[in-house]
């Protein structure tokens, strides 16, 4: 089993949808989470991270699920701006030392 | 915000040419700094993390001895192709997190594309 697993995606929807992504994690004593974005052939940025009462920054809301090992994106009226490969991040300990990636889920509006 | 260069931003060389690469975190300070590689339409994967003043950790399956790291100040760090070959073309991206920072975020930098003829 991965470390960290992602929808494979792509996902192609229209401007305005909502879509949402979900990670799950293998290693129950992982300490803190992020969702990454990745436009192509650029280094990742950060998009948010992720907190166990659930966050909301504007069109995007993030989810943990320690019960179940699962974080979930949640963006609301998609923009064409917002087609990039979204990358669930996961750091498995206090430091920064053992952070692993998802494969990322491609994502793709259209008009 | 932090911000993480990387230079060069892209290496075309021939085969067995060694190929430095910076990092340098530009306004904050960095004890640790990571090494990642991308392959095309793949996840980053880790490489090694840099300890500054220290010798560097390596993942398994990444040789030492063909990936230098040296991480010699709290705001640089280098990764060393030794003898390059063409499945050493990938995609190389270096990130940071804040020392005197309160959380474990990663900035990264802007990564170095690298095509070994």
């Given at each position: 089993r991965k470390e960290v697993e992602q929808d494979p995606g792509p996902f192609n929807v229209p401007e305005g949808a909502t879509v949402a992504f979900n990670c799950t994690y293998s290693n129950s004593a992982s300490q803190s989470f992020f969702w990454y974005r990745q436009d192509c052939r650029k280094e990742p940025k950060l998009l948010m991270s992720v907190y166990s009462s659930g966050n909301e920054d504007g069109r995007f809301t993030a989810q943990l699920n320690r019960a179940s090992q699962y974080i979930s994106l949640l963006i609301r009226d998609s923009k064409l701006s917002d087609s990039a490969t979204y990358l669930c991040v996961v750091n498995e300990?206090?430091?920064?030392?053992?952070i692993i990636f998802g494969s990322g889920t491609r994502l793709s509006i259209r008009p | 915000g932090a911000v993480v260069s990387q230079h060069p931003s892209r290496v075309i060389c021939k085969s067995g040419t060694s190929v430095k690469i910076e990092c340098r975190s530009l306004d904050f300070q960095a004890t640790t700094m990571f090494w990642y590689r991308q392959f095309p339409k793949q996840s980053l994967m880790l490489m090694a993390t840099s300890n500054e003043g220290s010798k560097a950790t390596y993942e398994q399956g990444v040789e030492k001895d063909k990936f230098l790291i040296n991480h010699a100040s709290l705001t640089l760090s280098t990764l060393t192709v030794t003898s390059a070959h063409p499945e050493d073309s990938s995609f190389y991206i270096c990130s940071a997190t804040d020392s005197g920072g309160a959380s474990d975020t990663q900035y990264f930098g802007p990564g170095t594309r690298l095509t070994v003829l």
């Open positions: 300990s206090s430091s920064a030392s053992k | -």
